[in-house]
């Protein structure tokens, strides 16, 4: 089968399965969205006006399928297939429930936060690549050295700190104790929104720790990862050939050594983008960063599973995504993953 | 058949025995030999294990004897957000961190160090060392149930996955990328927030439901690799049992891997709770140094200098239990590489042999 076409279904089916398995989630986890709807219900909180409901179970009833088909998109009382098929049609078409604490659609409260956690998450996945690429490759040049050894002893370091505990660190010196950077906060409050000068300065200010601790997420071990993909293919004898042969050593470091030693490393990346929207809910709690994760955060504080069941979809389908786009360019970067279609 | 041919081996087994008679002790003695001792003399000569067993073993006898040796942390013991080491990093007079007292112990008298507020005290005036030390039992407990659950898993569905082949293969392979695909975090939480787990190897349990599959996967090409070699053809062909060939001949071959991925297991399981425990998604039910830190940045710890130690001990001490695993799971290939420990094993008969070869 075509190489494209199988990645394909292959996203489909695990796009399809993901769906499947939030809509069970929503539908029976014991305590989940339509319990909890149930329960607020039977209090007051939500729903007709208090007097109209009867304290016993409203499970059932009319009002009750009314309210767990605006908020969640769930009819309790109809046949599952029915249910599941109500919940699929509305997720497809974009509608995602109601959120409970803010009282408006689920799509107004975070379709404007997903920019900024893209901008997070891809400037941080690009940071972190680069930089531990160029690290892993010089610290596998000076294999043996002081440096190596330094360096070595640091990055192990910086792997055993959870990233977001860095982020917590860096954000008390720098920003609270040195006023280097913002408390928190996404854009620069005086500054017109646009392509101007001032706008940007905030945008890239208020990015650069949220950014930077992201980056940190799979930094460590990343780097030492890279040294030893570089060490072992300065062992390979097609080097020796190259030197042979009187190529510019600075060519071959670049074409050749690299080249192969961050192969690997590109499919890590398949794994590492999920850390990264993961790791965002966390380090926009810590920054106060308005993007997808706060708002999964502000979901969990107020118990609005609406917004969380949300949040936890749109995260799962960008994650898909991207790595169906990483599975696509893979092959392309590596032309033989596509004759060896078993190799994953 | 197939016990027919088991039998034909506990055959030449005990024959094997009665030219050799080997006492329970003597058995005893090897085992001990081969699989505690050469180890631990192979880590204690890896700079790397040898530190990280040093680190480890320290938060070992910090979760239980430490627990017994320091009173539980109680609010207001003392004037809140005081510094650490008071009195000056220097021991002296009574109002300093370490104070010397004169207690009896079996009837004799004898000098018995006391720690006053050592690493200073939050804001609620608890003490912050007495706040390390209890958060220690429950964070190891979750740690090993959650390392032992997730590479449990991965190593099953891997391996059997890898072996079998065919439908079985693509169901837990399939099942495996949607795992993958599913971000860890956001589950977990939505998890948490339903289940609200008490108990911290509940907890544990709960954190290796998004781990397992980065194992599986890796494990499921090495055992592809491993199912064709062709000792493991011989024991097919004999009709050895699958179970017997899963455990005999393919896992000792991945046991380092297995053992590696383990330490690194219980290292994600140790940040994703603390993770959780700072979002405030899981019951707050024991001291915990995820509730410790995010307790100091929602209470004012970020806003003044002073506050350096209310912040910084706890994350300290989740890092520093973190690099100790990391040491011992870098140095850890040696102590799986079968010439290294064999050199190392002095009284058993195979390890002599082995090192004489060399």
Known sequence: ?344 | MASEDSNIFKALESQSEAAEPMSTRERWMAWIDLWIIAPARIMWIDRRTRIGSIIVALYLLTGSVGVWLTEEPELNEASPLRGPFPGGIIPGGQESWLVVQDTTLLGLTVPWPTLNYVFGTNNTGQDIFELLVHATPPMLEMALVGGIATTLIGVVVGTFAGYKGGRIERLLMTATDIQMAVPGLPLLIVLAVAIEPQEPWVVGLLLSVDAWAGLSRSLHSQVLALRSESYVEASRVLGLGEVSILRDDILPNIMPFIMINFMGNTIRVIAASVGLYFLGVLPYTTANWGVMTQNAYSNGAMLSAGTWHWLFLPIFAISLLGYGIIMISQGMDRVFNPRVRARQSSTSEGGEAVAAME
Request: hydrophobic share 50%; glycine share 10%.
């Open chain 1, 1 to 344: 089968m075509n190489y494209y076409l199988k990645r394909g279904l292959q996203a489909l089916f695990t796009l399809w399965a993901v769906l499947t398995i939030t809509f069970v989630l929503t539908r029976w986890m014991p305590g989940g969205p339509v319990d909890f709807l149930r329960a607020q219900m039977i209090a007051g909180n939500v729903g007709p006006a208090s007097g109209e409901v009867t304290v016993q179970d409203p499970a059932g009833s009319e009002q009750f399928d009314d309210l767990a088909r605006r908020y969640v998109n769930v009819v309790p009382s109809a046949p599952i297939h029915e249910q599941y098929f109500t919940w699929m049609k509305a997720t497809l078409t974009g509608d995602l429930g109601r959120s409970i604490s803010f009282s408006k659609p689920v799509e107004a409260v975070v379709v404007p936060a997903i920019p900024w956690t893209l901008f997070l998450g891809t400037v941080g996945i690009i940071t972190s690549f680069v930089v531990r690429v160029v690290i892993g490759a010089v610290l596998a040049y000076r294999e043996g050295s002081w440096l190596d050894f330094g360096g070595s002893t640091a990055l192990l370091w910086i792997q055993s700190v959870p990233f977001f505990l860095i982020g917590l660190g860096l954000l008390y010196v720098t920003a609270y104790q040195w006023g280097w950077f913002p408390l928190g906060g996404r854009v620069n409050p005086d500054a017109t929104p646009g392509i101007n000068w001032p706008y940007v300065a905030g945008v890239l200010n208020h990015a650069a720790l949220p950014v930077f601790s992201l980056a940190m997420a799979s930094f460590g071990s990343g780097a030492i990862a890279m040294r030893a993909n570089s060490i072992q293919e300065l062992g390979k004898d097609y080097l020796r050939v190259a030197q042979l042969r009187g190529i510019n050593l600075r060519r071959v470091t670049t074409l050749y050594v690299a080249r192969n030693a961050i192969l690997p490393m590109y499919t890590g990346m398949l794994i590492q983008l999920g850390y990264i929207f993961s790791g965002a809910i966390l380090i926009e709690t810590i920054f106060n960063y308005k993007g997808l994760g706060f708002y999964l955060f502000r979901g969990i504080q107020a118990r609005d599973y609406p917004l969380m069941m949300a949040v936890f979809i749109l995260i799962t389908v960008s994650i898909v995504i991207a790595m169906f786009v990483a599975d696509v360019t893979y092959g392309w970067v590596d032309p033989r993953v596509k004759r060896d279609s078993e190799s994953y």
